[in-house]
């Protein structure tokens, strides 16, 4: 698909886009009926589009258009999205072209026009700063509480739920301290989160539903965590909170000021996209002598960390070590927050061996769980526990814990698989979701319902070792913690096209967990989209209905997750798939079922035309699809779903937005202006004397 905008007579010129992506709604018809009307051409200009073209912003088309009919020497301009493919480039970025083969890369980055002739100059785009939010306003500390607590908050990449002993999976014996601090808290039975993990992290960090943002994996050059927010470090920042952020970005960093360290975080060491190597912070692939490591995404503040990269033997151990020197370092006199987003378990080249932690033996789970053996996941995980455990007996050390609230959480659900499966975008597959069904990138609980626990001296001693069944999400975080920390958690975004007011949409569950109360007679939410394509609903009446209207993920890039209906569902020997799912597996031998093919129609595939409905409360294995009964229940549950589905802030930078900032790059990962690092694509320009 695609949009050209063109001047009189002149031919268009156009170029092929890659499918549309969730975060954008604009119909076809309305960009149409938008044409029709004249509110986005301008002059002479007009605009076409294909009919499956749905991935563009009235503002961006208009951008386009605009630019078009103002510049008298231009004869087309064609509209193209950041991060989409042309040819085998990775783009990303606004195109000049000189001729049909030839591509290059303009100074605006972002979502604007590419102009097609090399005589074709823009006119000049004055700089529009971005909307920076409110200063954050301090409110009285909760009854009875006399202090402002340290917040820990751990991050786990892609652990399946049945990956540690927690809900009751006694054969695993290699996650005591994960399992200790458990015990020492609050069990959080219906913790879900978003179905893969940037959205995830960004829904973290700005309290808002990935549905109101988007649910797209954040490119390196995008405001997907958009500048005009108050992130949960800015808010903590304005409660004098000391902050470090540790590991995992994938929020995306258009500009040096997507920085974590320039948006709160009193420090920060970590990546900034979303997989690399355990060694060296080197991309994909570096393995071997660290000398050959070609690219590197690692990041000291506001800068490459090349001081840093030679001395990663193994990221997770690297992160806990760094995490126990911010606990040692930080300044006593001040309230702390450290943010540990580990690579672990995420798939990458754990494979290799896992330097200083002794491998999981074969028979370490009693013969029972050998996908924990492939490429050395047993070890990967355990690793990741002597981690945990390190940064728990140095906040002890400390004398911190009494005084601190842990949070533990993956991002989504496992990324599982048999042992001779590949996983999620090629990646081996070795996580366990049991006994739920999916795995990351799908809509069922296992991809969706992840394990998790608070713990902490700030936990009542009457909650720990308990467990609580309320329906939560990953932006719950964000208002308990601001709520805690005596900072009023509202974050108002006033949409300047229609001055309609968007807050966040985290509840405060720390009253609820602190007092134990249950969670489906009092819940703390009645609604909970997890994504754009499912929605929990908690009626009130013994039932938590759960809609699911496609099984698909429509790519953006070279990858389809198709129809994930009944896969990964198998036994804990990981050998055979559990009866009596079977028959809607024609190949039990080991590889994961894509597509429809084969399949008896009596299965469950989950699609807008068919979708599932399941009531989790009385089946939580998502067996019977319930929705050919329950007509009106699934009309109320999409309507519902589609007010959720409301992506209200613009996901790019302006042109006019980007003007104040030096965007000329070599690449759209920031290679070239960072050397051999990854980076922000953008930069601020030097103040004229």
């Given at each position: 698909p695609h949009v050209t905008c063109s001047q009189g007579s002149a031919s268009p010129h156009s170029a092929k886009l890659t499918p549309p992506t969730p975060e954008h709604n604009l119909t076809m018809a309305l960009l149409l009926a938008a044409c029709a009307a004249g509110t986005i051409i301008h002059n002479d200009t007009g605009c076409t589009a294909s009919p499956s073209h749905t991935n563009l912003t009235a503002a961006s088309i208009a951008a386009c258009c605009t630019t078009c009919s103002n510049n008298a020497t231009c004869a087309s301009w064609t509209f193209f999205p950041a991060?989409?493919?042309?040819?085998?480039?990775?783009?990303?970025?606004?195109?000049?072209?000189?001729?049909?083969?030839?591509?290059?890369?303009?100074?605006?980055?972002?979502?604007?026009?590419?102009c097609r002739y090399a005589g074709c100059t823009p006119a000049p785009v004055q700089c529009d700063p971005i909307?920076?939010?409110?200063?954050?306003?301090?409110?009285?500390?909760?009854?009875?509480?006399?202090?402002?607590?340290?917040?820990v908050t751990l991050l786990i990449d892609d652990l399946g739920r049945d990956d540690t002993s927690l809900y009751g999976n006694a054969g695993i014996t290699f996650t005591p301290n994960i399992q200790a601090l458990a015990d020492d808290g609050i069990l959080l039975d219906r913790h879900h989160t978003y179905i893969w993990c940037s959205p995830t992290r960004r829904a973290f960090l700005s309290g808002r539903y990935p549905t109101h943002i988007t649910g797209t994996q954040a490119p390196q050059c995008s405001n997907y965590l958009p500048l005009q927010f108050t992130i949960l470090s800015e808010k903590l920042a304005a409660a004098d909170y000391e902050s470090g952020f540790i590991g995992k970005g994938?929020?995306?960093?258009?500009?040096?000021?997507?920085?974590?360290?320039?948006?709160?975080?009193?420090?920060?060491?970590?990546?900034?996209?979303?997989?690399?190597?355990?060694k060296w912070g080197g991309t994909y692939g570096a393995s071997g002598d660290p000398a050959k490591v070609k690219f590197h995404d690692m990041w000291s503040n506001d800068r490459p960390a090349d001081d840093l990269v030679d001395t990663i033997d193994y990221s997770t151990t690297f992160y806990s070590a760094l995490a126990v020197d911010r606990i040692q370092a930080r300044n006593v006199s001040r309230p702390f927050w450290l943010h540990v987003a580990y690579q672990a378990v995420h798939g990458g080249t754990w494979r290799e061996e896992v330097p200083g932690t002794d491998a999981i033996p074969a028979n370490s789970s009693g013969g029972l769980y050998p996908h924990f053996q492939a490429g050395n996941y047993g070890s990967v995980t355990h690793a990741l526990d002597d981690g945990v455990g390190n940064i728990t007996a140095e906040l002890k050390r400390q004398g911190m814990w009494e005084q601190t609230l842990m949070l533990f959480t993956s991002d989504n659900g496992g990324d599982c698989g048999l042992p001779d499966q590949p996983g999620v975008g090629g990646q081996p597959?070795?996580?366990?979701?049991?006994?739920?069904?999916?795995?990351?990138?799908?809509?069922?609980?296992?991809?969706?319902?992840?394990?998790?626990?608070?713990v902490g001296g700030m936990v009542p001693v009457s909650r720990r070792g308990t467990v609580s069944d309320q329906l939560m999400y990953i932006t719950d975080w964000y208002p308990t913690f601001c709520n805690l920390a005596g900072v009023d958690p509202s974050d108002a975004w006033v949409d300047p096209s229609t001055q309609a007011v968007h807050d966040i949409d985290g509840v405060d569950v720390w009253p609820a967990l602190s007092s134990g109360a249950d969670g489906i007679s009092a819940p703390v939410r009645e609604w909970l989209p997890t994504s754009e394509r499912s929605l929990l609903w908690n009626d009130g009446a013994g039932h938590m209905w759960k809609l699911i209207t496609s099984g698909r993920w429509e790519s953006t890039g070279s990858f389809d997750y198709s129809d994930e209906y009944q896969a990964n569902r198998f036994h804990k020997n990981g050998s055979q798939y559990m009866d009596p799912f079977n028959a809607c597996l024609p190949n039990t031998t080991g590889t994961t079922l894509r597509g429809t093919v084969g399949v008896p129609a009596s299965c469950s595939v989950c699609s807008n035309s068919t979708p599932c409905v399941f009531d989790v409360l009385a089946d939580p294995l998502e067996t019977t699809n319930v929705a050919s009964a329950n007509a009106s229940l699934v009309a109320l549950l999409a309507a519902k779903l589609a007010v959720f589905n409301n992506p209200y802030i613009p996901s790019v930078l302006t042109p006019a937005n980007l003007a104040c900032y030096n965007c000329t790059l070599s690449d759209s990962k920031g290679i070239g202006k960072w050397g051999s690092f990854w980076g922000p694509c953008c930069i601020a320009k030097t103040p004229s004397p």
């Open positions: 991060g989409h493919h042309l040819g085998r480039r990775d783009v990303g970025t606004c195109l000049v072209s000189a001729d049909p083969q030839t591509v290059k890369t303009a100074a605006t980055i972002g979502l604007t026009c590419g909307p920076r939010p409110r200063k954050p306003v301090l409110q009285p500390l909760p009854p009875g509480q006399t202090f402002r607590p340290h917040f994938h929020l995306g960093v258009h500009t040096v000021d997507h920085l974590p360290a320039n948006r709160g975080f009193s420090s920060h060491v970590g990546y900034l996209g979303g997989g690399e190597s355990y597959g070795s996580a366990s979701n049991y006994p739920l069904l999916g795995r990351k990138c799908t809509a069922f609980e296992g991809g969706t319902r992840v394990a998790a626990f608070l």
